[in-house]
């Protein structure tokens, strides 16, 4: 989820339009209101806030949370000694060229989507992981398959996330149709 | 977008036809020329906060912002939840098997490969009956027995058992996500089945597929985000006065 916190009504739409144009993230939510910011920042969906400069004094990230979310400063002025400086993802100036902006966005984007989603270019599974869709299809459970490839049932959970997030398959079912028809098992085991 | 009481009931399906089949369900069928929601509304006899509210919050979802759950009646969303369960079971479901079925009658893939999408569907759809006659026999009737002793203010020794022993939040956590399998089944048809020549017929299980989703994850949220908060305080508020 990505929040945009800003009080001027146009440059909140604004800001909003840009994102929409280049992310295919649903969950874009926008507001003026501190509380309500601050409650986005507690959830842990929120990866990336654009807060701006105004609501930073007020603003809540000190409570505990496992996973990160970046905070990105948005301020309405480029100092002028600054104009030469280096690219800065955590900080973006209203008044900056289109393109750095669209650079920033994008850099952000980019960041939150891979902590979404871990390795999203990978979806080949790893020969572990293809025993591990066996194992699954021929209905086995976490225990006997740690048993039957020598590893933790710990590894065996993480493989299974890691299988779900690569094919898009959760269920036990699925994985079963998958198995079958990459031929991982013959249609007869099942 | 948000739907308002003045707007027309055709702009409102101009702008989302997903919205065809829960205006079905509020109790208007298709027929209502330039009339206003309003206007409808006061015509059918429905409650038309009711009605936005349900349609804004299939349309926008998030329901934190569209619906104020102090003045929902829970009557009413039980009978809205119960019409989109017949709905399921009527059209949506056999929707979806008609096209498995003609997928698989005509398509020039090895035969032995679609069957495991229709026994898989076939699984998919048992698991989606108990779901629902479980809501249906148990859920909803304990629901509506809990708003009825709010209403009178009195709590019956065996509703007081029920609601110490299973009160409505073990619902909550052990209420099932049945979205997955489908999302499951339209990988399979998008990415893992072989090839085929046309994809017509594989499209149109994926467009009942879509379709079926979208509705179910707007009922679900319903049930989770409207009637577990509303009878949870209720049961909470019963507790007390005992
Ligand atoms: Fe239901
Ligand atoms: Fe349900």
């Given at each position: 989820m990505i929040i945009l916190a800003l009080p001027t009504y146009v440059v909140r739409k604004g800001l909003e339009s840009i994102f929409r144009e280049l992310c295919t993230?649903?969950?874009?939510?926008?507001t003026a209101n501190i509380q309500e910011l601050n409650q986005y920042i507690k959830d842990s969906e929120t990866r990336l806030v654009y807060a701006h400069s105004s609501f930073i004094p007020d603003l809540q990230t000190n409570y505990h949370r496992k996973d990160s979310c970046k905070i990105v400063r948005v301020i309405d002025e480029k100092p002028k000694e600054l104009l030469e400086e280096a690219f800065q993802s955590d900080i973006l100036y209203l008044n900056d060229d289109e393109q750095s902006i669209i650079k920033n966005i994008k850099r952000n984007i980019a960041l939150t989507e891979k902590a979404n989603e871990g390795s999203s270019e990978e979806s080949e599974l790893s020969e572990r992981e293809k025993d591990i869709v066996r194992e699954i299809a021929l209905g086995k459970t976490n225990k006997e398959i740690a048993d039957n490839l020598f590893i933790s049932a710990h590894t065996v959970i993480t493989h299974r996330k890691n299988i779900t997030k690569k094919l898009g398959i959760k269920t036990v079912s699925g994985l079963t149709i998958y198995a079958i028809l990459n031929k991982l098992i013959q249609m007869e085991e099942t | 977008m948000f739907i308002t009481r003045n707007m027309k009931m055709a702009d409102a399906i101009h702008h989302n036809h997903l919205l065809l089949p829960v205006i079905n369900r509020l109790g208007i069928q298709l027929g209502f020329g330039d009339l206003s929601i309003e206007q409808l509304c006061d015509e059918k006899g429905i409650d038309i906060d009711f009605f936005l509210m349900i349609v804004n919050a299939f349309l926008d979802h998030d329901i934190n912002?569209?619906?104020?759950?102090?003045?929902?009646?829970?009557?009413?969303?039980?009978?809205?939840?119960?019409?989109?369960?017949?709905?399921?079971?009527?059209?949506?479901?056999?929707?979806?098997?008609?096209?498995?079925?003609?997928?698989?009658?005509?398509?020039?893939?090895?035969?032995?490969?679609?069957?495991?999408?229709?026994?898989?569907?076939?699984?998919?759809?048992?698991?989606?009956?108990?779901?629902?006659?479980?809501?249906?026999?148990?859920?909803?009737?304990?629901?509506?027995?809990?708003?009825?002793?709010?209403?009178?203010?009195?709590?019956?020794?065996?509703?007081?058992?029920?609601?110490?022993?299973?009160?409505?939040?073990?619902?909550?956590?052990?209420?099932?996500?049945?979205?997955?399998?489908?999302?499951?089944?339209?990988?399979?048809?998008?990415?893992?089945?072989?090839?085929?020549?046309?994809?017509?017929?594989?499209?149109?299980?994926?467009?009942?597929?879509?379709?079926?989703?979208?509705?179910?994850?707007?009922?679900?949220?319903?049930?989770n985000m409207v009637l577990v908060p509303m009878i949870s305080v209720m049961e909470n508020e019963l507790l007390k006065s005992c």
């Open positions: 993230q649903k969950k874009i939510h926008s | 912002k569209t619906m104020k759950l102090d003045n929902v009646s829970v009557e009413q969303v039980v009978v809205y939840l119960k019409a989109t369960h017949q709905y399921y079971l009527e059209r949506m479901i056999p929707e979806v098997e008609n096209r498995i079925n003609a997928l698989i009658q005509h398509s020039d893939i090895d035969q032995k490969q679609f069957l495991l999408v229709k026994n898989f569907f076939e699984e998919y759809k048992h698991e989606f009956y108990a779901h629902l006659k479980h809501e249906e026999q148990s859920i909803y009737p304990y629901v509506l027995e809990v708003n009825q002793a709010n209403k009178i203010g009195k709590l019956e020794e065996d509703l007081l058992q029920k609601i110490q022993n299973e009160p409505i939040d073990s619902y909550a956590e052990e209420h099932t996500d049945i979205e997955s399998k489908l999302f499951d089944l339209k990988n399979i048809l998008i990415k893992y089945l072989p090839e085929s020549k046309d994809s017509y017929l594989r499209n149109q299980v994926l467009n009942a597929l879509f379709k079926l989703e979208n509705d179910l994850n707007d009922h679900s949220r319903i049930e």
